[in-house]
């Protein structure tokens, strides 16, 4: 079964940088594309950034020229660099397929933007 393990978040002042790593497990991941979402406190789970396995991208119109998706298919890890954070920001980060296909959600890593 497919393990997603997320890593890299933190505690960030605003205006600052973090790269957030997503780990997958099998042999399913370079073959399909792959996104980052978010889950702001007391809202909804919402699509960040997506990849394909050809590496293009599409971003969330909050994140547009702020974050970097990026893709290693031979270590089976995506990354997402986030710069000019934003206490908007704030919130548990995951990864997953896009669209989802029943691959069970990883434990996520909090981002906090905060002075």
């Known amino acids: 079964q497919v393990q997603l393990v997320e890593s890299g978040g933190g505690l960030v002042q605003p205006g600052g940088s973090l790269t957030l790593s997503c780990s997958a497990s099998?042999?399913?991941?370079?073959?399909?594309?792959m996104a980052w979402y978010r889950r702001p406190p007391g809202k909804e789970r919402e699509l960040v950034a997506s990849i394909t396995p050809g590496r293009t991208t599409n971003y969330g119109d909050s994140v547009k020229g702020r974050f970097t998706v990026s893709r290693d298919n031979a270590k089976n890890t995506m990354y997402l660099q986030m710069g000019t954070l934003k206490p908007d920001d704030t919130a548990v980060y995951y990864c997953?397929?896009?669209?989802?296909?029943?691959?069970?959600w990883g434990q996520g890593t909090q981002v906090t933007v905060s002075s």
């Open positions: 997953n397929t896009a669209p989802l296909r029943n691959v069970p």
């Open positions: 099998g042999s399913m991941f370079r073959f399909v594309t």
